[in-house]
């Protein structure tokens, strides 16, 4: 009897070029996504071999890392950032490739602009020189981040060598309960499985949470796969995903749209697939998490509490001890009630729009404690608008919140955006390494927006059950 296949593997095998001798596969990519910091080393290797890029209508640049989110005027006061922009400018204009820059008014994080430009779309391979472009799986797209050299490779053939993967399949079940968000489901499962636990895999997440969840849910989801060690995470396409496409400006239209739907539907898993590993959360049970170490895996339920080394395995007590020393907080403490500094609001994790709705709802609750520096930072110039239209500038501003430009912002701090010192923030990005916020010394704790929200008022971590 013939087994089905799942998603990853109908699109690996749609794509492949040829097996190569080193047990790689040589895949097609169909979608190259392109921004300012990793990409000028690539143009330059291919400009010293005299080559183009090899397919520049599936080639798209955005400027996020660096861009100011406070003046974007140029030029950009940080030279090295001018010199990064200029670059992207004159690398796209010589090899024809198409940039979202700021006068664009389509400019945003990369992976929040793929997505709302209808650029993503289910069945493809796309690639870009980001980590988190796990992130686009959540159309059914099998999505790689990439490093310069492999930018390189892709500017030149539109290819890529990958090693094949194992899928594992994540049921989370039932239902998320008010207060409880995608990002609390994927903390969930980095916490369960580990920040390792993914390594050689593709993580499939699928179950009646997942299913529930409106796209950008689905997004927050599968970007941070890569923070649990998995290569790539996706999401089978649906209707939810269909009706997202429809009208996009780089979605087909018209008859070609139901053709595409029908390919489309074509890829999502058999159901009689075969897994290499099947697990199975309960939404349920989850309540809002929070991060209280130095890799996103080390995280407690808001009303839980840090670990007691005591408690700890052997293999996890060196990295526990070393992360409660450089975060600075107490073994066996509730996490609720730390103090924070600083609140971020913003990045390809939570950065679109429905993030922005749910932090205002808790905005509107009060202001911004006086010790707390608030900023919120639209994924792109399209979701900027939106959240213009719909008057939540004026509902953060009034509670005290700062209302920024689009752009990476806090979350890798290669902008003005900074933390200073050992300044505690509340940030809804997606990693909370050692001087992930621009200071060696910062701490992060991750957390949805509407806890981020949350926080920002109470001034130390709460729980937002309490407050909606
Ligand atoms: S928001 Fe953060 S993770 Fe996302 S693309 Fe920007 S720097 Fe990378």
């Known amino acids: 009897m013939s087994q089905g296949k799942t998603l990853l593997h109908k699109v690996w095998d749609a794509h492949t070029v040829r097996e ?17 910091v990793t990409s000028p080393q690539a143009f330059a290797a291919l400009s010293e071999r005299g080559l183009e890029v090899r397919f520049p209508e599936r080639t798209h640049a955005t400027v996020d890392h660096i861009i100011p989110t406070e003046s974007q005027a140029r030029p950009l006061s940080d030279e090295l950032a001018e010199a990064m ?9 010589e090899h024809g490739v198409r940039l979202y820059d700021v006068e664009s008014g389509q400019q945003g994080i990369v992976h929040v602009i793929g997505p709302e430009m209808g650029l993503t779309q289910p069945g493809m391979t796309i690639a870009c020189g980001d980590s988190h472009t796990s992130t686009h799986g ?3 797209a099998i999505a790689f981040g ?29 239902k998320l309960a008010p207060g409880v968000y995608a990002k609390d489901v994927t903390l969930a499962i980095i916490h369960e499985l580990g920040v390792k636990g993914g390594i050689g ?37 649906d209707e939810v995903t269909f009706d997202y496409l429809r009208g996009r400006p780089m979605a087909p239209e018209g008859a ?15 159901a009689d697939a075969a897994y290499d590993d099947r697990v199975e959360l309960d939404g349920n049970a989850l309540a809002p998490v929070v991060t209280w170490g130095i890799n996103p895996g080390q995280s407690v339920p808001v009303d839980g509490h840090l670990p007691r080394l005591a408690d700890t395995q052997d ?18 403490e509730p996490i609720a009630g730390t103090p924070i500094d600083v609140a971020f609001v913003g990045s390809c994790t939570n950065g679109r729009i429905s ?28 979701v900027a608008r939106q959240a213009e239209d719909e008057g939540l500038p004026e509902v953060f501003r009034s509670a005290g919140f700062e209302w920024r430009e689009a752009g990476c912002s806090m979350c890798l701090a290669m902008n003005p955006d900074k933390l200073v010192g050992n300044q505690m923030c509340a940030s809804s990005s997606n990693r909370n390494f050692k001087g992930r916020q621009g200071s060696p010394t910062g701490r992060t704790l991750l957390m949805s927006p509407a806890m981020v929200a949350a926080a920002a008022i109470a001034g130390k971590v709460t729980d937002v059950r309490e407050v909606l």
């Open 20 to 36: 190569l001798p080193n047990g790689q596969t040589q895949l097609f990519i169909g979608l190259h996504l392109v921004h300012e």
């Open 201 to 237: 895999f593709a993580y499939e997440y699928a179950g009646p949470v997942i299913e529930a969840m409106a796209m950008e849910e689905r997004l927050t989801v599968c970007n941070m796969a890569i923070e649990g060690g998995a290569r790539v995470g996706y999401i089978n396409p």
């Open 355 to 382: 993030d922005l709705r749910e932090a205002a709802r808790v905005a509107k609750t009060g202001q911004v404690a006086s010790h707390v520096k608030a900023l919120i930072v639209p994924g792109s110039q399209a």
């Open 315 to 332: 293999e996890e007590r060196a990295s526990v001890a070393e992360a409660l020393e450089h975060m600075d907080l107490k073994a066996g």
């Open 256 to 270: 070609a749209f139901d053709r595409a739907v029908a390919w489309w539907k074509s890829v999502a898993s058999d």
């Open 85 to 93: 922009m200029t670059a992207l400018e004159r690398n796209c204009r």
């Open 138 to 140: 959540a159309f059914g």
């Open 146 to 174: 990439i490093g310069t050299s492999q930018v390189r490779d892709v500017l030149a053939t539109q290819c890529l060598s990958m090693d094949p993967l194992k899928v594992r399949r994540v049921d989370v079940t039932g």
